[in-house]
């Protein structure tokens, strides 16, 4: 489901691909599919959505660059 990550993080997707969904302006998405081998880094406080449009399983190894008193996570 939608959400988004109050600290930037990397992203490596290892197997399938992945399908996101970006909130660039109120009500206004953008989408990008990345496929295996492809890599990205994720912008803090950007609301998207994640999800595998495919029958075959994604594998993505990520690490957030957090910080103590922040959430990694927050749903909408």
């Known amino acids: 489901g939608w959400h988004k990550h109050m600290v930037p993080l990397h992203a490596y997707l290892m197997e399938g691909t992945s ?7 109120s009500g206004i ?3 990008h599919t990345f496929s295996k081998g492809e890599a990205w880094v994720g912008a803090a406080d950007v609301w998207h959505n994640a999800s595998n449009k495919t029958d075959q ?3 993505v190894f990520v690490v957030f ?3 103590e008193g922040l959430e990694n996570t927050i749903n909408r």
């Open 19 to 25: 399908t996101i969904e970006f909130e660039v302006d």
């Open 29 to 31: 998405t953008d989408t």
């Open 57 to 59: 399983p994604a594998v």
């Open 65 to 67: 660059m957090g910080a």
